[in-house]
């Protein structure tokens, strides 16, 4: 079993931009908001929040490309998924997340916001914190599971990681945007 890191690639492809603002609008009082404000954090669903939203790609500041990602991870343990990728993959991530339709240039992409969340292996992992968040992962290893994709408290929802089957329908597709690492280790901030 071999479990891989989703990164971005990101200096090949523009970033999704959308404004949180959108469903932020929409909690009722301060304190959920600042847990909303960190939904991947809190391994919170969106989907009761969610509307008819648009988002955007934009090139990095300083970059002049102007290349939209099958995939991307936005923010944490999420990814915006283009057509074809959400075509290809919804039906091996669903059981693990939500996905909540964007539309971005006339055309319906998804966020992929994954709500399952995995133990480390704490006795084989190895990680700093600071003030009580994960501050680095210097080592990260899972005791086996089934499920195809995930995130984990280990390092505060930070990121996502995947299992060789969405690796190898990624690569069947020919999906670009992101990276697939099987070196784990991570700065946080």
């Known amino acids: 079993m071999t479990i891989y890191r989703i990164v971005n690639n990101d200096r090949c492809f523009n970033q999704f931009c959308f404004d949180r603002d ?17 939904f991947g954090f809190h391994n919170l669903s969106l989907k009761k929040l969610w509307g008819d939203y648009c988002g955007s790609f934009t090139p990095y500041e300083g970059e002049e490309i102007n290349s939209i990602p099958d995939l ?19 039906s091996l991530l669903l059981p693990y997340s939500e996905c909540l339709p964007v539309t971005c240039g006339g055309q319906v992409f998804h966020l992929f916001n ?19 968040f ?10 086996p599971t089934d499920r195809l994709v995930f995130k984990t408290r280990y390092d505060n929802h930070s990121s996502l990681y995947c299992q060789d089957q969405v690796k190898q329908v990624i690569e069947r597709e020919g999906l670009q945007g992101i990276q ?9 901030f």
């Open 72 to 90: 991307q991870v936005w923010t944490g343990a999420t990814l915006i998924m283009s057509p074809l990728a959400y075509n290809a993959l919804s």
């Open 22 to 38: 959108n469903f932020l609008d929409k909690v009722e009082n301060v304190p959920e908001t600042r847990k909303y404000m960190m």
């Open 180 to 188: 697939l690492q099987s070196n784990l280790t991570i700065e946080v």
């Open 114 to 132: 994954c709500l399952t969340s995995i133990d480390a292996d704490e006795e084989k992992s190895e990680r700093v914190e600071d003030n009580g």
């Open 134 to 143: 994960v501050a680095s992962v210097s080592k990260l290893e899972f005791k």
